[in-house]
């Protein structure tokens, strides 16, 4: 079958932050500029990140990006690669001025400049006291952002293919990457896109999960393309949690709600923060919240068909102090869980929140695997930014505000990349004849299966075993059933079937497709997290010991390295942390946070 080549100098698969930033880049450089998108571009997840932008741009009071380098650093308990962090410290100001320049409509200070907030864990002065490090548009940070930097790609003709799918990466024998096959949603065709450079910024996989806060769109499509293509994913077990989304939904729960006097209680009805933390009880830190949710759940006091969930009461709040202080909570409970939180509870859970690891690479955005002895070798002609990707800024936990920065920051490193290799003459290189086979096949075995597996099915599967083996605590016995479940569940999820075989708008196919991607990242998550025996960030097990010489668990004479999961056999490897400059030394933390 011929399958119809456009060719272009780049395509950027993915137009949220860090897909629009990149584009920018190559198309102001005069390269001819493909970005696809699953959904129109300001539809992508970015549009609900509502914090801000992370720049010490200390227009409230004094700030410095080494200051913003250390609680990076600490955030990430020590994971995080420091020359990538130092990086992004030190451009943060310039890409955020940027984006007011691009029009962005962020709040101002009486005397005009961008208003800055308070955010968790940014600190001044090496850890001293709370600063105003966070750039914000009201509570529409993320939303602003992009349709700021849609509108600047719309004047440097950036060409838009919006409800195209990419498929698969396409790589020659010697692994460059020349490019993507992509599905018109509209009409079903299959096309390639040949380009000189590839740039994914295919955002979040937090789908992987029964309860999360991500958009339905966000499938880990890249993810999964980079280790169909035999690339290994980086540091996949460290997913962000926040104790209470709504079961089964995953929309946020603000934690004004505990404030104001909401009440965790289990399937007896029992307020069980007593017995976890007898002083602060519902109000203790984050952590301490979700492990003690995680622990009810699993030992059987969980509500619900499933005992999957606990209860969030505060039908003793008087309705008036409810309706005026957490109307948005009412509504939510409405809409998303069918209950009127003034007379039932709310079932909640800890919910996931952002992936920190994705497709390894350097902070030039030039995706990196081992080879031939070196762990960091180039893959020419791929590039990756933004959520997919793993620089690594965030290590085990990202600080609050810190991902649209990343989005800011490596989306334009990757698209200074592209144009650097491009110039340096970078050509389109030959298309290998089965370079569209391994989609076609795909797509062919999904239509023509009999007897296959059910996609709705085998994605609550997975979501139920991540949700169950994988979430925000993790006990050893747990995980190693996990990887049991996880790797029968693959099993379905390459026999999938569907009923449809309609070309237009088929979504059956379109899921079936991203099932395929999603249980590459669960596979890698699961295996990683089984394989890494101590708590560091957001992968907290309660085998790991916790003793002097291992505060929290944490094992820095073991574990102090980056995971590498390859897909392609299943196996796991590790590279070491790059802790140069060594700005910030290992200390341990008092307590772990979310
Ligand atoms: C509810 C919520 C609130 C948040 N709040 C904040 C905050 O306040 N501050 C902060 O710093 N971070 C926040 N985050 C995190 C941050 O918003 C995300 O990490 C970030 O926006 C991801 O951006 P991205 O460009 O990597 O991907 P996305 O914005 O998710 O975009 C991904 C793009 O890839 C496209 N795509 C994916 N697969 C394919 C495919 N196969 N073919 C074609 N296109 C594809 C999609 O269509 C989309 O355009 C929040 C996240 C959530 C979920």
Known sequence: ?????????????????????????LSEAGLKTAVLSKVFPTRSHTVAAQGGVAASLGNSEEDHWTWHMYDTVKGSDWLGDQDAIEFMCKKANEVVVELE?????????????????????????????PVRRSCAAADRTGHAMLHAMYQRNVKANTQFF?????????????????????????????????????????????????????????????????ARAGIPLEDMEFWQFHPTGVAGAGVLITEGVRGEGGILRNSSKERFMERYAPNAKDL????????????EIKEGRGCGVNKDYVLLDITHLDPATIMK?????????????????????????????????????HYSGRVVMPQGGDMNAVVPGFYAGGECACASVHGANRLGTNSLLDLLVFGKSAGDSAVEDLKAGRAHRALPKDAAEKSLARISAIDNRKGGANVHETRLAMQRTMQDHAG?????????????????????????????????????????LEMEN??????????????????????VRDDAPDTAEFPNGRNDKEWLKHTLFSPVDNSISYKPVNMQPLTVEPVALKTRSY
């Open 162 to 226: 919006v409800e195209w799918m990419a498929l698969d990466l396409i790589r020659d024998e010697e692994g460059h990457v020349l490019g993507v096959t992509a599905m018109e949603m509209e009409t079903g065709q299959v096309v390639i896109f040949h380009s000189r450079a590839t740039i994914f910024a295919t955002g979040g996989a937090g789908r992987i999960f029964y309860s999360s806060t991500n958009a339905f769109i966000n499938t880990g499509d890249g993810l999964g393309m980079a």
């Open 101 to 129: 320049h691009y029009g962005m409509p962020f709040d101002r200070t009486d005397d005009g400049k961008i208003y800055q907030r308070p955010f968790g864990g940014h600190m001044s002065n090496f850890g001293e006291k």
């Open 325 to 361: 202080r957490l109307p948005g909570i009412h509504e939510i409970g409405l809409q998303f869980a069918g209950v009127d939180c003034l007379k039932e509870p709310l079932p909640v859970v800890p919910t996931c929140h952002y992936q920190m690891g994705g497709i390894p690479t």
């Open 472 to 512: 925000v605590f993790r006990f050893g016995d747990m995980l190693k059933q996990g990887v049991e479940k996880i790797l029968e569940v693959e099993k379905a999820a390459r026999e999938l079937e569907i009923k449809d075989k309609s070309m237009a708008w088929n979504t059956a196919r379109t899921e079936a």
């Open 284 to 295: 203790a830190s984050r952590d301490v919240v979700s492990r003690a949710m995680a622990t």
């Open 1 to 25: 079958m011929s399958i119809p080549v456009l060719k272009f100098d780049a395509v950027i698969v993915g137009a949220g932050g860090a897909g629009l930033r990149s584009a920018i880049q």
């Open 518 to 539: 999603l249980i590459e990242v669960a596979k890698a998550t699961m295996m990683s997290a089984e394989a890494r025996k101590e708590s560091r960030g957001a992968h």
